[in-house]
């Protein structure tokens, strides 16, 4: 496996944010010049923290089912408001980009996943890449910082009223002026430049409620963007990979057998033939 770290800085951090990569590694008899699909996963934590939970374990599952993981342990509140936690998945995504040769990753298949608010970060980057303006802050072409597809779990996706109000309180900071709630209010910005998306969630997440990716998932519909949702009946918000290897507290509370299935179901997604470039 290769293991790498790369600083990601960008305008507005007062410094770099950590991108850490779970790489193939394989011999080159074996590899013979194949291009690995890139993820990169933004862990959940209401915009607060990056969880460890939808770190480490995230990626080792996916690089076991032949993707190069990249970790984004982006900045967040109080210390970064938005737009740098976006600005900061831009720039990470370029950034697997620039170094493909040297990781051997297919730059034509470079997908954003994310957990929570880390889902509301992911679908900024998928939805507003082209209109926000953000390659211009980061001195990059518009094709650079878009994702390929993007995974979404259990995202906060509104700012009305199934809003997860911490999350959005956090990313926007106290008593801003300059930025209407609104403006985050992702399904409310879905065009025809949105990239392709697999969602999933819980009809019971008592703390980001499922109508986050109803929404979106109706305005994807509505502009004609493919996506494929998974709505499973039981279990918690927070779940991560929704077994043994996340369920930290070792009281079963996060295992749920019905959703463990969701990262064979994304990797089947992104490695459709669709895809391949």
Not at 60 to 68: K, P, S
Request: proline residues 8%.
């Amino acid at each position: 496996m290769q293991y790498r770290r790369f600083s990601v800085r960008v305008p507005g951090a007062g410094s770099p944010c950590t991108l850490t990569l779970y790489g193939q590694d394989l011999e080159e008899p074996i590899r013979e010049g194949r291009r690995s699909p890139a993820l990169l996963v933004c862990p959940g934590g209401a915009y607060m923290y990056t969880s460890p939970r939808e770190a480490e374990p995230v990626a080792l599952v996916f690089l076991a089912r032949g993707f190069n993981v990249f970790v984004l342990r982006y900045h967040c509140a109080p210390e970064a408001r938005w737009p740098v936690p976006q600005l900061e998945a831009a720039e990470a995504i370029r950034t697997i980009r620039s170094h493909a040769d040297e990781t051997m990753t297919d730059p034509g298949r470079v997908f954003i996943c994310g957990f929570s608010a880390g889902g509301h970060l992911a679908a900024s980057v998928g939805i507003l890449w082209k209109s926000a303006g953000w390659a211009y802050a980061l001195k990059a072409a518009d094709e650079e910082i878009r994702p390929t597809g993007m995974v979404l779990c259990y995202p906060v996706i509104t700012a009305g009223e199934k809003a997860h109000r911490g999350s959005i309180d956090n990313l926007l900071g106290p008593g801003r002026k300059d930025i209407s709630p609104l403006s985050v209010s992702l399904e409310k910005h879905v065009g025809p430049d949105c990239v392709p998306a697999f969602i999933w969630h819980t009809r019971t997440d008592g703390s980001v409620p499922v109508e986050n990716s109803l929404y979106l998932a109706a305005a994807l519909a509505e502009n004609g963007i493919p996506f494929e949702m998974h709505v499973f009946p039981h279990g918690g918000h927070g779940l991560s990979l929704a077994n043994t290897l996340t369920d930290s507290a070792g009281d079963g509370v996060m295992i749920a057998a019905d959703c463990a299935v969701w990262p064979q179901m994304a990797a089947d997604w992104m490695l459709e033939e669709k895809w391949r470039s």
